[in-house]
Each structure stands twice: as structure tokens, then as C-alpha cells.
């Protein structure tokens, strides 16, 4: 059973930048795609970006294209978000998760098996 943590959440004013890391203990993220999630209150979890097993290629929703960059580095089992421009609709429980050995369609929530905690992001206006 691997655990993922989430840190690096807070409040933030409209157009600052947050880095978000997800750490992993007790398994590796080499083979394994890894994503971002997002959840508002009152709103069904959402794909915020990932990044293939390989590492060679990332995924990002429209709304957040060009903002944010996801970025892994295996040998610290560590997996980042990147959020730059941040803007209030960007609020939300942000979940790291942790896909199928070496599954693809990465924007699809059912290939992820493992989750963090979450932290919170809060942008004020």
C-alpha cells in the first residue's frame, strides 16, 4: 500500500503561484502515470493535469493549459504541480493520485488506484 502526501497548499492572492508536492512512501512512481485532481465544494472531482509513466508525456485540462506544469522526479518519489496565474476558480481540494502500472488514458480517473489526502487551494480576489 503506497501513501501519497500532498503539501504546499495556502491562500493566494488572484494571479500568484503555488508549487504543490506529492510525495510517496512505501512504492515508487518509476512505471506509473501520475495526475493531479481538484475538487470544489459542492463539484464532482475533476483531471487537473499528468504526466505518463515514461515521463515523457503530459496532460493538462483546457482550463488550466498553459498555467500550471506537472513534473515528477523518481528518484525522490516525488510528483509536482507547478500553478502559476492563479485565479479564483481555481479553488479547491487539490488530490495527487498514483495510476496503474504503466497505464495509459491518464485523463481518466478510474486508472488511478492510489490517492493523497488533498490540500487545500484558496485564491482571493
Known amino acids: 500500500q503506497v501513501q501519497l502526501v500532498e503539501s504546499g497548499g495556502g491562500l493566494v492572492q488572484a494571479g500568484g503561484s503555488l508549487r504543490l508536492s506529492c510525495t510517496a512512501s512505501?512504492?515508487?512512481?518509476?512505471?506509473?502515470?501520475m495526475g493531479w485532481f481538484r475538487q470544489a465544494p459542492g463539484k464532482e472531482r475533476e483531471f487537473v493535469a499528468a504526466i505518463s509513466w515514461s515521463g515523457v508525456s503530459t496532460y493538462y485540462a483546457d482550463s488550466v493549459k498553459g498555467r500550471f506544469t506537472i513534473s515528477k522526479d523518481n528518484s525522490k518519489n516525488t510528483v509536482y504541480l507547478q500553478m502559476n496565474s492563479l485565479q479564483p476558480e481555481d479553488t479547491a481540494v487539490y488530490y495527487c493520485?498514483?495510476?496503474?502500472?504503466?497505464?495509459?488514458?491518464?485523463?481518466?480517473?478510474?486508472?488511478?488506484?492510489?490517492w493523497g489526502q488533498g490540500t487545500q487551494v484558496t485564491v482571493s480576489t
Open positions: 493520485a498514483r495510476g496503474g502500472y504503466r497505464r495509459d488514458r491518464v485523463r481518466s480517473e478510474s486508472v488511478y488506484n492510489d
Open positions: 512505501g512504492g515508487s512512481f518509476s512505471n506509473y502515470a
